[in-house]
């Protein structure tokens, strides 16, 4: 009963859940989707003085633009793109990671969206990350990845 009563509050405020404490959905929705991208095969294909290509960054493309939002592009290794992400700086990283990434506690995951296999043939399932705490972001971004047929 008193979840129910405070839902109706929370409701009653004008409250929407889930949230974005830093509206990460809010700035990038008719605005800018900052992407930071690491090279990783067919996953992303970072090239010199030119926007990544590949599986991954043409998905980044559709989401943004479902969002109206423009793709501003950073490249860098993991470490740097999730430390970028951490700070503020970034709304996503791509780079063909695996639910198994050792960032899970840094960053926020999507849910597998589609699956790949490894160099040893093992089958693996492909996340995206995003800023911690970022619920509203993450759940349109999972939305879109997994569309209304599952995961693509």
Known sequence: MVCGLSMLLLTGCGATIPTDPDGTL???????????????GTWVD????????????ELVRSF??????EVEWSTGSEEALVGDLE??????????LTAETPWSE?????????TGSDEGGA???????????????????DAFLLGADGPR
């Open 46 to 57: 970072v090239r010199e003085g030119a926007d990544p290509v590949g599986t991954e960054p």
């Open 87 to 96: 700070e503020g700086d970034l709304d996503l990283v791509i780079g063909g």
């Open 123 to 141: 089958t693996v399932e492909h996340v995206m990350l995003v800023p911690r705490g970022e619920n509203r972001f993450l759940l349109e971004l």
């Open 64 to 69: 943004a633009s479902n969002l109206g939002a």
């Open 106 to 114: 840094k960053a926020g995951t999507t849910r597998p969206y589609t």
């Open 26 to 40: 809010g700035r990038a929705s008719g605005g800018t989707l900052r992407v930071g991208a690491t090279e990783n």
